[in-house]
Every structure is written in C-alpha cells, then in structure tokens.
C-alpha cells in the first residue's frame, strides 16, 4: 500500500534490523553500501546516452561470451569497490565474473555473501528500455570467523536468502527489496539524492491479466507450454481471456509489472533452452523471493524454484512466476512438459 511517510532506505533497513537478530548493524551496513552503489549506476544509466559509455566494453566478452558493455562493466566494477572493503562480505558473485569474487586480503571478512546481476538486461541500454540491477544474500555456512568465503558459503538454495531486491532504471527509478518480511518499495529522489518509501508491504494480484514470455522461442515449446498459450489467447470473457502480451526482455521489468499488475512471468524450459536462460543465483532466486514475499508463487516448471540446490554459481533455471492463480493453472498445462522433457532425454 502507498506510503505517505517520508522514510529513506536507510532509515527502513534499520528500522528492520530486528530481523537480523546476528546482524548487530552489519546487515545495514551491508544494504547501505549497496545502496551506494545502486546510485551510481543510477548516475550512469541516466548519462548513458551523453558520455560515450554505450558499445562495447573494448570488446570483451563475459564469462558466458556475451559482448559487454561499458556500463555492464562499470555496473559490475562499482558493486566490487562499494562492498568489499565494508567488512559485512566473505564473499560476491557476479553474473560479469567467473567465479567467486574473493574479498582482498587486506580487507575484514564478514557474515554475508552477495550474488548479483549488475547490469540487467544490457541488450536494451543503446534503446533505451528499461534495464535493472539485482541482488541476492545470503548468510555464510562455513564458520564465521574472519575467514574467506567459500563456493560452499555461495552455492545455498535461494530459500536461504536473507535479502533480494532490484532495482530498476526506468522512467524513475525505483528499489524493490525484502529481507523475508514482505516487499517494499522505494523510489529515487534525484533533488535529495535519497530512496524515499513509496509503498509498503506490496501484494502481487491472485489473478492478472497479462502474459510475459519471448514469443519467438515458440517453435521450441514443448507441448504444454503451446497449450498454455493458445489457451490465454483464446476468448473466455469469464477468465478475462484473451490476455495481453507485455514482454520487455528485462527480467526486472517484466517482473516489476507482473508483481503490480498480475498475471504471469514465463521463461520456460524449451527444446532450445532446457535449462531456461535466467541465472538461478542472481537473476531467479532474487526475484523469485520478490514474488513469494508479494503472495504470488515461482517454480521452475517442476516444483518451488527456491527449493533448487544450486551446483554451479552460473546455472540457469527455467522459471514460471507471479499471480499465484495463473501460475497454479499454468502448471495443469506444463505438467505435461515434464513427461515430454524426460521422455527426449531418455531418447537421447
Ligand atoms: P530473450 C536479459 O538479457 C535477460 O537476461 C533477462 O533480463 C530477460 O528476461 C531475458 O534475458 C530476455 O531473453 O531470449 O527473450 O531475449
């Protein structure tokens, strides 16, 4: 619900430490730093198209070898240098690194690990669609000792998170975050240079009315997910079908809309993608605490997404999220899909 109390970010993460009873202001501290380096790249996003930050990033290529861009790398960059000198992490992780990003030797090591996608959906800066920055933490499992972190401390399922959020550069700016006690929102007031609050507890609708998925994957669907379109884009005026395509291709934008409007997010497991295309760790896991902290529901076509025990820190996972009605009656027609996946991959 709107909020007409004026509260910054910072004032509300403190206010919540209380749920972080181990937290004894390093939770905060963490969150502030983030917050940081949120604005930032906020800063950049805006100035994108006046200094010459669009192409390439001299050409390199990530770890998935995918050209990046400039404001990918400096998104990336700018979490790096805001947070590891804050003694909160033992460890990061980043959709533009490799592997595990360690904390330097000469820096404290803390409780936390941060897992991030910087720059989200960079193929849409140069058009100026909306593009996002997201983030999940966890508390570490090896011993909290000042020790450096381990892939153990970041490979936990997203069930574990103690905190996701996004934030999303678009007309405005907004932050979307949880730290398991529902979802709030917050909005960037560019005169004070402050995420103020500007709703609290957000509820995402138990139906809605669009659909989110890249139709061009269409001749990769297994046949349940054919069924399941063909069926919100048959007319039912009792069910509101047909409903409305919206897909931006930025998962924090579709995902923005579905949480404040309903209906439902897909990126599916395809003949093409069998794995889906979003990351588990810093793309679905973190939006996926979003939607189920909103009241709505994430699975990965099998069962509750956060439930997947992650092997690799750069897996993907297919994901079905938002309006918990809409994704129970996608789930009659993937049901299917599941049967069609196992029966290819026995034939192979
Ligand atoms: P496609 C952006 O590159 C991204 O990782 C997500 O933000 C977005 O939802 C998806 O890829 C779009 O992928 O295959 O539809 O272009």
Redesign the pocket.
């Known amino acids: 619900m709107p909020s007409n109390q004026l509260i910054t970010i910072e004032r509300h993460i403190a206010d919540q430490e209380h749920m972080h009873s181990e937290a004894s202001g390093k939770f905060s501290r963490l969150l502030r730093d983030l917050m940081l380096a949120v604005r930032v790249i906020q800063r950049e996003v805006r100035r994108a198209g006046l200094s010459d930050i669009f192409g390439m990033a001299g050409g390199k290529e990530n770890i998935h070898g995918e050209m990046v861009k400039k404001l990918d790398v400096l998104s990336n960059d700018t979490i790096i240098r805001a947070m590891r000198y804050g003694g909160h992490l033992c460890a990061m992780a980043s959709e533009e690194s490799f592997g595990l990003i360690p904390i330097p030797d000469d820096a404290e090591k803390g409780s936390y690990v941060l897992l991030f996608d910087p720059l989200?959906?960079?193929?849409n800066i140069e058009v100026n669609a909306p593009i996002g920055t997201i983030f999940s933490v966890l508390h570490r499992v090896t011993p909290d000792n000042g020790s450096e972190g381990t892939m153990r401390d970041l490979l936990q399922p997203g069930y574990r998170q103690v905190a996701a959020g996004y934030a999303l550069y678009g007309s405005s700016t907004v932050l979307v975050y949880t730290s398991g006690d529902g979802v709030d929102v917050f909005t960037y007031d560019h005169t004070l240079g402050e995420f103020l609050l500007s709703a609290r507890g957000l509820r995402i609708p138990k139906r809605g009315r669009y659909y989110s998925i890249?139709e061009?994957?269409a001749v990769n669907w297994y046949p349940g997910t054919r069924r399941y379109m063909e069926h919100l884009k048959s007319n039912d005026k009792a069910s509101g079908r047909p409903y409305s395509l919206r897909y931006i291709?930025?998962?924090?934008a579709?995902i923005h809309r579905t949480l404040l409007h309903g209906g439902i997010f897909l990126?599916p497991s395809d003949r093409k993608s069998p794995n889906g295309?979003?990351r588990l760790m810093y793309?679905v896991n973190p939006l996926a605490m979003l939607i189920e902290q909103a009241g709505g529901t994430a699975t990965d076509g099998r069962g509750r997404v956060l439930d997947v025990v992650p092997t690799d820190v750069h897996q993907r996972a297919p994901i079905i999220c938002g309006s918990s009605d809409d994704v129970a009656e996608a789930m009659k027609f993937l049901a299917e899909d599941i049967e069609a996946i196992e029966a290819e991959r026995i034939a192979k």
């Open positions: 989200d959906g960079s193929s890249n061009g994957n291709g930025t998962a924090v579709d990126y295309k979003l793309e």
